[in-house]
């Protein structure tokens, strides 16, 4: 099984639509992230998370809210779809420090319509 | 705020050359530097980090990069490109403060036979 799941995989929504992608970790890491990828912008930060009580903006949160059910668990919500908000979207985990590794799930392509 | 700039959204070699992929760094205090990869379809995973340990860093598939603190650099090389290789590349930056990972814009690698 991954380290990090991610589902649905791929998303097909209406503008206006509220949607949650879902990411489950089994690594047992505290700290938990989700990013967008943009062609031409990388990976950009959307919220992260230290615990279950430790919530933080990234740097495109506008139009995203997130919900840290338990450790191993990381929703991501649109509470109102839009056409720019289609993207690849990516959730990772990481340990303790700075120097430590991210792991990644496998995406969710969602497609705002 | 840290960041971190990929030189060149497209680099294409020949199967065999050099691969040079440029990363630079905007911090004063030296940080936490990675590189990740991502073949099609997949999610990143790591090639290799920076941690202080020591400034010339070697990954995974033959990769290596060099931290040059007076250039704030950190670039990938690969000395004989293959087939295989090509994908996007990500250099990322961490620091002690705040625990986020910041990613580059990514630079897609094409290897030509």
């Given amino acids: 099984d991954a380290d990090v799941t991610q589902t649905p ?3 097909i929504t209406k503008t206006g639509k509220r949607i ?4 489950s970790q089994t690594k047992g890491h505290d700290r938990m992230y989700w990013y967008r990828q943009d062609p031409g912008l990388g990976l950009r930060l959307i919220y992260y998370s230290f615990d279950v009580k430790d919530i933080n903006k990234g740097e495109i949160s ?3 809210s997130v919900s840290r059910q338990a450790q191993a668990k ?6 109102s779809a839009i056409p720019n908000q289609t993207a690849l979207y990516f959730c990772a985990t990481r340990g303790e420090g700075s120097g430590t ?12 319509v | 705020a840290q960041s971190v700039t990929q030189l060149g959204s497209h680099v294409s070699v020949s199967e065999g050359a050099l691969v040079l992929l440029r990363c630079n760094y905007s911090s004063s205090v030296p940080p936490y530097l990675f590189w990740y990869v991502q073949y099609p ?3 990143l995973q790591l090639l290799l980090k920076y ?14 990069a060099e931290f040059k603190k007076s250039e704030t650099s950190f ?3 690969k000395p004989s490109a293959h087939m295989s290789d090509a994908a996007e590349y990500f250099c990322a930056v961490s620091r002690n403060q705040g625990g986020k990972l910041i990613f580059g814009q990514g630079t897609e690698l094409s290897v030509k036979p």
């Fill in chain 2, 41 to 43: 379809n997949q999610g």
């Fill in chain 1, 101 to 112: 590794e991210a792991f990644f799930g496998q995406g969710t392509r969602l497609t705002v």
């Fill in chain 2, 51 to 64: 941690t202080s340990a020591a400034t010339l860093v070697k990954g995974i598939n033959g990769f290596e």
């Fill in chain 2, 75 to 77: 670039h990938l090389t």
């Fill in chain 1, 74 to 79: 990381f929703s991501l919500s649109l509470e």
């Fill in chain 1, 20 to 23: 949650m992608l879902e990411c």
């Fill in chain 1, 9 to 11: 995989r791929n998303r």
């Fill in chain 1, 62 to 64: 506008d139009g995203y």
